[in-house]
């Protein structure tokens, strides 16, 4: 059994710390200092005259904090499981603009986003968090209803293979990153909770799925091992 919404919320609680850093926050995560500032320079290309941020899984505010660098003084509304994380994220995100932060204590599959609210969407990972494919359907649906006309929006997560072994490579090179950063026993640490927690899906099921959902314009910034940073436009 995958845990349940109120496990991954106590996990979360419990790792605020962790997250509370820019450069080392996501560090079980490959190349995720660099997929930052990708989904940052890419948000500010192509809606360069956003005013409205939605950071859903927001964590400690990484992300946005990331992107007010590149787009100062946004409103930014910040969305996550765990309220001492969106504590954390409006400590942090408070000072860095002028605009109006939004903290909301929910998940994503529950929560009404409205239509033509935000100008960019940012969703690091979160998404594998996600069970049955109707599910990332609907999410995604709602990304794209959220946004306003030109928006666009940027994930950042673990992403599977639909080809067996390949996955079993994936998981071998990850593994073996694990091991460098730490020891083994950090590497079965990490993927205990990956197995108990997340339900990630291929890249391309992402991609086609944001084109289904009505993005017009869909690319990857990058990809390495079993990560990817990607996004769309709407137009």
Not at 26 to 31: E, F, G, L, M, P
Not at 74 to 101: F, H
Not at 156 to 164: G, Q
Not at 207 to 223: E, P
Request: a negative charge; one cysteine or more.
């Amino acid at each position: 059994m995958k845990s349940t919404v109120d496990e991954i919320r106590q996990r979360f609680d419990a790792d605020v710390e962790r997250f509370s850093n820019l450069e080392t926050g996501q560090s079980a995560t490959v190349d995720a200092p660099l997929a930052m500032a990708l989904i940052a320079q890419a948000a500010a290309a192509t809606t360069p005259h956003a005013r409205h941020v939605l950071d859903v899984g927001c964590g400690a505010g990484n992300y946005t904090l990331k992107l007010l660098e590149r787009l100062p003084n946004l409103d930014a509304t910040l969305i996550d499981l765990s309220q001492p994380m969106l504590e954390r994220a409006r400590e942090r995100v408070g000072p860095a603009t002028t605009g109006r932060v939004t903290t909301i204590q929910s998940d994503i599959r529950e929560i009404e986003l409205g239509e033509g609210e935000f100008d960019i969407v940012l969703a690091a990972a979160v998404l594998h968090h996600l069970r049955a494919d109707d599910e990332w359907r609907a999410v995604f649906a709602a990304f794209h209803r959220a946004l306003r006309p030109g928006g666009s929006v940027w994930v950042f997560d673990l992403v599977e293979s639909s080809i067996a072994a390949i996955q079993q490579l994936m998981r071998q090179r990850y593994g073996d990153y694990l091991t460098r950063f730490k020891d083994e026993a950090y590497r079965d640490h990490v993927f205990a909770y990956i197995d108990k927690e997340d339900t990630p899906r291929p890249l391309l099921f992402q991609l086609d799925l944001l084109r289904q959902v009505g993005f017009a314009g869909v690319d990857v910034l990058h990809k390495s091992v079993c990560f990817a940073a990607f996004g769309a436009v709407k137009l």
